[in-house]
């Protein structure tokens, strides 16, 4: 098969060689020709000579002599290059090859001297220019009797030679816009690679606290790229290292990259890795240090490199001198850190393309070149020989931090990364909780404050740490001390919160006042008026009544219903209207503008049904009529009222910035959560400047800030039918004409519903064939979700974090109406997948009381009470009793104080209770009233029960408190425990321990076949979540 040549690939950049050419710059201006002669060397990986082959024709052509003449264009190759050259050098019809030389193709002779070709290329270049001096690349010397007798030829001629490889290469440095998707694709295999790869195993190390050698590592990276799964759907023959990755660590750095891998065991400290990926023939870099257990000081160092990098990435836009460049960055570490001057890396980069290294594009103090839009470069910064104070070992007593991406020149904003892996010190640092330190509480409160967010990841999947030794607490033990610190903690915080927030008193406001005519002037003159009859105005939204003979206005939010009924020959029309003592309804309370006033409660009016002799109607048709309008004005009304209800206490956000460049992070088919109109639409959704915008197809569009993201969740497809974006807002916003603090952005990603009636055979190929194809689809989601979301991360600088949720650590729960599997994730419990949407902020959370916890019980109660005691606790009923370890393990680790019990409480009267006298709680004990394990003398554990009994009981009147509060009705549970509690104390009266161990037994049996009945009938797609176990798992 023939391989083709992009010849408008070669048109475009030779045009553009030609054209620099003639300009004369610098070195351009001093050659009457340019020879390229690229021979046979394994050994040589990157020369200019074969770059500007792949540059031009896509191929490397070894043993060809290619001498570009003023007026044409010679190429000396063997027959089946020639061929392949056909394709460029015929141009007929090829509008593009206008301004490009005519080739002329000589045919390479093996066995001979090839002095007539010699001589005919001698003669070009004679006759191109002054035919003086030729352009070649001085540094690219072939092996060879071929290579040796063409340079002996020119040299034999007298032509004098300029080195023009920094020309070329600044020619060749900007690069199209296939060359960058090229560039793209290699950083997103890097990408892949470390953080799939490399970054795991050195967890995997650190964890098992292996040996393992610098090289070897470096070995299992190589090795790496030749599986697919970290390829992202890349060819394994189209990819290869640009250099073997060097890893250093223990006090042996060399922040270069012509160094290779010693054999040193790495050292669990500061260890860096510099990786890059070569994809057809176009490179990538990536340069990370992790850290494990850094000391605060490495860490304040480690976040000024980062500053320093963000200082480098502002600088490098179009037409910036690299020089200039360089010592602005200088000059703000001299500024901020002068003492880390002299440990800063000699040059902060390179330019990058087809060679990895373009040695005369380097960033340093003396380049005077100019940066230019769509240049690629690998900038590397770091700092080396940095002592460690708390070092002890000479390993520890030095480190080195390096860091570098592959970065994209733009026009006018910051340099793009094309590297996205995150590198903030929660990102890179590993924390081990040693033996000694886990009793230390306080090394623990400092790691969490250090790590934020991270700290509450790393938490969650409970640290891998080293086996614990047989003098050491249980993990029950500890968890129970961690508890009652907590609770210590718990009530002296609250009390202060509290008291701080006594001053505040909250306003009541008062009804709106409603006038119908502010003056005399704006009462309508209507005859309707003047003949006392009943007329609606509807600009004013008044109805107007005759009343003793007045004509009398009452705005129509005055009246609360009309009814209207015939009895005999007459029509009874009946207004009645808002007074001191009616109910206004739940949200209203009885408020008005001045309750001393008189008030007219309703008004009766009487019409004939009877046509009287001479009138032109009946009578009672007016009525009628103002019946109609009034019930359509007060609609109308209502609605308005309604609106601008909705609209109370949205806080106005900023104007989205709307960012024109075409290479926006983009989302495409997403359905929207809640629905814009009745119907759900697809639109796309698209990250700008400063937020989200989804656009529907019907052309709505919904603007979400970054500023005003509480919690942005990623749920993938992994047993779930959907794959969801979910944002929860810090402050509601408005569409489809109610207010939202959650929305989200889904698409499906297979069958929601199964075919029963198909009874074909389980291994039919159309089956298996629809199982495959929602196996890739799922795989082609979720990569496209993954990439949008490392997009917009680098776009926001890591502010704007998505965080996924843990599914090991998932319960089964009914915090709503149905039961859907709640997940953990680094900062809140979450469950998007179903609607209405579950999401709790764990900083939010005050603590977590445990309902209904008895021995003959499958389930149990979850009662989330907040920080903000005025907020009404969430309830999630019906978790699963084999739930509860893993779920206090896990509040354990978020340092949640929780609490059990057996019984349901009344929190409407508990929570009032503490509102009302907050000082009076926290003296009786405050939250160790749910404590069943709470210290104190006999005489005070009978007064708290004693509190326990009178104020907090539920009483019987509990469930219609509870029914106005809320829509869901838990009458049943209270029931379901009552008649258990009976039951159960019965049977305990009657039957010895082994008869209730036998029964035990039977019941576990009996609920392990029920959870495998209620698995299997589960919907098609849909797994049972898996049950939270206690593997501990760390994450960085």
């Not at 035919?131 to 690349?137: D, L, M, N, R």
Request: net charge negative.
């Amino acid at each position: 098969m023939a391989v083709n040549l992009d010849k408008e690939a070669y048109y475009r950049r030779i045009k553009r060689l030609y054209s620099n050419w003639k300009k004369g710059e610098d070195e351009f201006g001093k050659v009457d020709a340019i020879v390229v002669s690229v021979g046979v060397d394994e050994e040589i990986v990157y020369a200019k000579s074969t770059a500007i082959q792949t540059w031009l024709f896509g191929y490397e052509l070894t043993d060809t002599i290619m001498v570009f003449c003023d007026t044409k264009i010679i190429f000396l190759a063997s027959k089946k290059k020639v061929d392949f050259l056909k394709q460029v050098a015929t141009t007929k019809g090829n509008e593009n090859a206008n301004g490009v030389p005519p080739i002329t193709l000589l045919t390479r002779e093996k066995n001979e001297s090839n002095k007539a070709n010699f001589d005919k290329m001698i003669e070009a270049i004679r006759g191109s220019k002054e035919g003086k001096t030729v352009g070649v690349f001085s540094k690219d010397k072939f092996p060879g009797e071929y290579m040796k007798s063409w340079n002996d030829t020119i040299t034999a001629e007298g032509l004098e030679k300029v080195d023009i490889s920094a020309v070329v290469a600044y020619t060749m440095a900007v690069k199209e816009d296939g060359e960058l998707s090229l560039m793209k694709k290699a950083a997103a295999i890097t990408s892949e690679v470390y953080s799939k790869f490399f970054k795991e195993r050195v967890m995997e190390i650190v964890d098992a606290d292996e040996k393992v050698r610098h090289s070897k590592l470096a070995e299992s990276v190589e090795k790496a790229i030749e599986e697919k799964k970290y390829l992202g759907g890349a060819d394994p023959s189209t990819v290869e290292m640009c250099y073997p990755p060097i890893i250093q660590s223990g006090g042996n750095y060399s922040l270069k990259f012509s160094v290779v891998s010693d054999k040193n065991h790495m050292h669990f400290g500061a260890i860096t890795c510099a990786m890059g990926i070569r994809y057809k023939s176009y490179c990538s870099n990536l340069v990370r240090t992790l850290m494990v257990d850094p000391p605060q000081e490495m860490q304040d160092n480690y976040n000024f490199l980062l500053q320093v990098e963000e200082e480098l990435l502002k600088v490098l836009k179009h037409g910036v001198i690299i020089s200039d460049a360089y010592n602005s960055v200088l000059e703000f570490v001299k500024k901020e850190k002068p003492d880390l001057v002299s440990k800063l890396t000699k040059n902060l980069g390179f330019a990058m393309g087809i060679e990895f290294r373009e040695g005369s594009l380097v960033l340093n103090a003396k380049n005077q070149y100019k940066l230019k839009k769509g240049m690629v470069l690998s900038i590397s910064l770091g700092f080396s020989d940095l002592l460690n104070k708390d070092g002890k070992k000479d390993e520890q007593k030095k480190y080195a931090l390096f860091i570098g991406d592959s970065v994209q020149i733009n026009e006018e904003e910051t340099a793009t990364i094309l590297t996205p892996v995150k590198k903030k010190i929660k990102n890179v640092g590993i924390f081990l909780k040693n033996d000694d330190e886990e009793d230390d509480e306080e090394d623990g409160d400092d790691a969490e404050e250090l790590l934020g967010k991270g700290a509450r990841s790393a938490a969650l999947l409970a640290d891998r740490t080293r086996l614990l030794g047989k003098n050491e607490m249980t993990a029950e033990e500890k968890r129970r001390a961690h508890q009652k610190e907590l609770a210590n903690h718990l009530n002296e915080e609250a009390k202060r919160r509290l008291t701080e927030q006594k001053g505040e008193q909250h306003i009541q406001k008062a009804r709106k006042s409603n006038v119908s005519y502010k003056n005399v002037s704006q009462m309508p003159r209507e005859k309707d008026i003047r003949d006392m009859k009943i007329f609606i105005d509807k600009k004013y939204e008044t109805v107007v009544m005759p009343v003793f003979g007045i004509a009398t206005p009452f705005h129509i939010a005055t009246i609360k219903n009309i009814s209207m009924s015939v009895e005999g020959d007459y029509t009874y029309l009946r207004i009645n209207f808002y007074v001191p003592g009616s109910s206004l309804g739940r949200q209203e309370g009885n408020i008005f503008p001045n309750p001393e006033a008189t008030f007219v409660k309703e008004i009766t009016y009487r019409a004939s049904n009877l046509k009287a002799p001479g009138d032109t109607s009946v009578p009672s048709t007016n009525l009628q009529n103002a019946f109609r309008i009034i019930k359509e004005v007060q609609k109308r009304y209502k609605t308005r009222e309604a609106e601008e209800k909705e609209k109370e206490g949205i806080v106005k956000q900023d104007s989205l910035v709307i960012n024109l460049n075409r290479s926006n992070p983009k989302l495409k088919d997403l359905y929207i959560r809640p629905n814009i109109a009745q119907k759900r639409m697809q639109g796309s959704l698209e990250a700008h400047t400063n937020g989200f915008r989804f656009t529907s197809v019907r052309g709505d569009k919904v603007d979400i800030l970054y500023n005003n993201i509480k919690h942005a969740i990623f749920q993938p497809c992994d047993g779930e039918m959907i794959i969801v974006l979910h944002f929860h807002l810090k402050n509601a916003i408005m569409f489809g004409k109610r207010r939202h603090t959650d929305v989200q952005f889904y698409t499906e990603v297979g069958e929601i519903t199964t075919d029963l009636g198909k009874h074909q055979h389980m291994h039919d190929r159309d089956d298996l064939y629809a199982e495959q194809m929602e196996r890739e689809m799922r795989h082609k989601l979720k990569s496209a979700f993954k990439n949008f979301i490392e997009k917009v991360e680098t776009l926001t600088k890591e502010e704007l974090e998505f965080e996924v949720p843990f599914r090991d650590l998932g319960f089964q729960g009914a915090p709503y109406r149905s039961t859907c599997l709640l997940q953990p994730t680094s900062s809140s419990l979450v469950n998007v997948t179903e609607w209405p949407p579950f999401v709790v902020t764990l900083d939010e959370v005050e603590l977590v009381h445990f309902e209904r916890v008895q021995f003959h019980l499958k389930n149990f109660d979850v009662v989330i009470v907040y920080k903000d005691y005025s907020k009404k606790v969430t309830m999630i009923n019906a978790v699963p009793v084999n739930s509860l370890d893993p779920i206090k393990e896990w509040l354990n680790s978020c340092d949640i104080k929780y609490t059990e019990g057996v019984q349901s409480l009344n929190w409407t009267k508990i929570m009032k209770t503490i509102v009302d006298d907050p000082e009076g709680f926290f003296e009786q004990g405050g939250w160790s009233f749910l404590d069943p394990e709470s210290e104190g003398s006999g005489a005070e554990e009978d007064s708290e029960s004693e509190m326990e009994d009178e104020t907090f009981n539920p009483s019987a009147d509990e469930e219609e408190e509870e029914e106005e509060d809320s829509d869901e009705d838990y009458s049943s549970e209270t029931e379901d425990s009552d008649y258990s509690a009976s039951l159960g104390s019965e049977e305990e009266s009657g039957k010895d321990w082994d008869e209730l161990e036998e029964e035990a037994r039977k019941a576990d049996k009996e609920s392990h076949y029920e959870d495998e009945d209620t698995s299997n009938r589960k919907r098609k797609g849909r797994s049972s979540a898996p049950q939270p176990h206690s593997k501990k798992k760390r994450r960085s």
